[in-house]
């Protein structure tokens, strides 16, 4: 693919899509392009749990706002 060309959004989000049971493929995929880290993180975060009150605090720390967490 010469530079200046894309593949359609729907493609790459379905490619990602078919990766949502492949950790570190789509780990791969997040820093591949910065369009494509919005879907790739959505499957990664797709499910968070905490081990406990110390994990959830630095959580909230790490994201005060609850809008900019990757949860969101």
């Known amino acids: ?10 493609l790459c ?3 990602i899509d078919q990766l949502r049971n492949q ?3 789509l780990k791969a995929c997040s820093v591949v392009s ?3 880290t919005p879907r790739s993180q959505k499957h990664i ?13 630095s959580w909230q720390n790490a994201f005060p706002d609850p809008c900019n ?4």
């Open 1 to 10: 693919m010469s530079t200046g060309q894309r593949l359609p959004p729907e």
């Open 13 to 15: 989000d379905h490619t």
């Open 23 to 25: 950790p570190k493929a």
């Open 34 to 36: 910065k369009l494509w």
């Open 45 to 57: 975060f797709s499910t968070i749990s905490f081990n406990g009150d110390p994990d959830i605090v």
């Open 69 to 72: 967490s990757p949860e969101c």
